[in-house]
């Protein structure tokens, strides 16, 4: 990416860092027609429920949780080890993404609320729970928060075999977009759904998957009407979707698939929602609760 380290001073990330341990994020997920009916509402400047009503609603409920957590973490500006470059990184296109959806928010008459980012070695405690390396990045709806082990960028260019800059700042935009999920009300649904129909709960979490894959495309795409695109970049993002589809994870660790209990979808469908989002750039053919997905 082009993204230089000019920038990273010129950005003041919302990042922390934090030094300590803990479980499990993405399982909040939701339902199906009526989350286009929000979807279209929120992108089209339509209303979710009045003046503020919905939206502020989850939110206001949300803000109970959030004073949770006050962890061990200091100031990305006071942390000076080898993980500087790759915290600042991260923190660029943490705020990339915030201009973005603050952009597209704004278009559709609503405020969108950043999400802080918590980088991490070894553990970490959220509003969810402890999370720890196992876990992988991930966004606890409780406490609005990303969550990334620095260890895992990492891992993406040897264990995933997916190097690169933009296949970690595709990870990054993934969980954003999870973020965004959380915002629309688009998870609260899913995970009503799933608790109602317990069946189709692992299907369910797939289509959520596959959304906040979208969102990244729809990201990657604004990277590039910005010029900040590099020759490989495209290919390194999509060979990360690629290479955390479940089917790969799963191929890697048990040597059989099975997509039953997929939760996040094969390679191939991560790739093509991503690429679903880039080409368009545009949020509304992020339906990924349609027939098709
Ligand atoms: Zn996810």
Redesign the pocket.
């Known amino acids: 990416m082009a993204r230089t380290p000019p920038e990273f001073e010129r950005r003041r990330p919302s990042a922390r860092r934090r030094e300590c341990e803990g479980p499990n994020p ?1 399982r909040r997920q939701e339902g199906i027609p009526v989350i286009l009916a929000i979807l279209a509402a929120v992108f089209f400047g339509g209303s979710l429920g009045g003046d503020g009503g919905g939206l502020d609603d989850i939110l206001g409920q949300l803000d109970g949780a959030r004073q949770q957590e006050p962890g061990q973490e200091v100031a990305l500006d006071e942390a000076p080890d080898p993980d500087a470059d790759l915290a600042a990184f991260a923190g660029v296109v943490l705020g990339s993404t915030e201009d973005l959806w603050a952009a597209i928010f704004a278009d559709a008459g609503r405020q969108y609320r950043p999400a802080p980012l918590v980088l991490f070695t070894g553990s970490t405690q959220s509003a969810c729970g402890g999370a720890t390396s196992r876990v992988g990045p991930h966004y606890c709806p409780l406490d609005q928060t990303i969550y990334v082990d620095l260890d895992f960028f990492r891992d993406l260019a040897t264990r995933f075999q997916a190097p690169g800059d933009f296949a970690q700042a595709y990870v990054l935009a ?2 954003v977009g ?1 973020h965004i999920q959380n915002l629309l009300g688009i998870s609260d649904q899913v995970r009503t759904l799933q608790q109602s129909n317990p069946p189709e709960a692992n299907e369910l979490s797939v289509r959520l ?1 596959l959304q ?1 894959d979208c969102f990244a495309g729809i990201w990657a795409y604004s990277e590039f009407t910005q010029d900040f695109l590099e020759r490989g970049d495209l290919e390194e993002a999509i060979s990360a979707a690629a290479a955390v589809g479940d089917d790969r994870i799963q191929e890697m660790s048990t040597g059989m698939i099975n997509p039953e209990t997929w939760t ?1 979808g094969s390679s191939e469908q991560r790739v093509d929602w991503f690429r679903a989002g880039f080409d368009s750039g545009d949020p509304n053919v992020c339906d990924t609760f349609g027939n098709d997905y």
């Open positions: 993405h993934h969980e999870h998957e906040a996040h």
